[in-house]
Nanobody
Framework: QVQFVESGGGLVQSGQSLTLSCVASGFPFSRTIMRWYRQAPGEEREMVAT?????????AYAEFAEGRFTAFRDDAKNTMYLQMTNLEPEDTAIYYC???????WGQGTQVIVSS
């Protein structure tokens, strides 16, 4: 059974940082393209970062994340991370991880950035 457990969200002030975690199970994590998504209130879910598997696997970022967010994984722990810096109120959303084209979702982790 495919499962994702996201954590690490919280309430922070503008300019501060957070690191989110996503523990995955039920599929071969180390060989799977993984993504971070987010969904702001009243908005569609959007892609934040796409992380390729393997040593030196590259990551592609949405324009709003480029230069501020870093996605990386620890295959030994079946865990993906999203390090977010210089957070802005516009980053307020529920953050999720998933496989590329995955259809099973975790509960997400809430990030609230106050100005």
């Amino acid at each position: 059974q495919v499962q994702f457990v996201e954590s690490g969200g919280g309430l922070v002030q503008s300019g501060q940082s957070l690191t989110l975690s996503c523990v995955a199970s039920g599929f071969p994590f180390s060989r799977t393209i993984m993504r971070w998504y987010r969904q702001a209130p009243g908005e569609e879910r959007e892609m934040v970062a796409t992380n390729l598997p393997g040593d030196g696997g590259s990551t592609a970022y949405a324009e709003f994340a480029e230069g501020r967010f870093t996605a990386f994984r620890d295959d030994a722990k079946n865990t993906m991370y999203l390090q977010m810096t210089n957070l802005e109120p516009e980053d307020t959303a529920i953050y999720y991880c998933n496989r590329l084209q995955g259809t099973s979702w975790g509960q997400g982790t809430q990030v609230i950035v106050s100005s």
